[in-house]
């Protein structure tokens, strides 16, 4: 069964989509194989948490592209918070070899690209995701 487009609250109808990239520190190729796979998981159960659907998401060796439809509650910059930070740390719990590489506990990059879908279709966007 195919999700509602609009998200539908007491007093609001909203469709925020959101195009997020971010990187690893330093560019290190660290999210194969096994922290791949299982970063993937990860970021849904962060979504889950907080009321946000994963739409579409491609994971490379060192960088992150996902499309997120939101709640009108949570900012961009605290979607990424939770999403960046909480992967983060359940990664380096899991997997002891990133707190080898990462010693200072950071395994993303400070920055990040954000962008609401509407400047460009969110078929243009998916195809951009799917062709990393």
Avoid at 17 to 40: M, P, S
Avoid at 51 to 65: E, S, T
């Amino acid at each position: 069964m195919e999700k509602e487009r609009y998200r539908r609250g007491a007093h609001t109808v909203t469709d925020f989509k959101y195009h997020f990239v971010w990187k690893t520190k330093y560019g290190y190729r660290v999210l194969k194989e096994d922290i791949g796979l299982r970063l993937r998981v990860i970021i849904k159960e962060i979504c889950s948490e907080h009321q946000m659907d994963r739409v579409k998401g491609n994971i490379r060796a060192n960088h992150i592209h996902i499309l997120v439809r939101g709640p009108s509650h949570l900012s961009l910059a605290k979607m990424l918070q939770y999403l960046k930070g909480k992967s983060s740390y359940r990664l380096q719990r899991e997997f002891p070899q990133l707190q080898k590489k990462y010693w200072g506990r950071h395994l993303w990059s400070r920055g990040y690209f954000g962008a609401t879908v509407g400047a460009v279709t969110e078929e243009q966007i998916k195809q951009c995701i799917e062709n990393q």
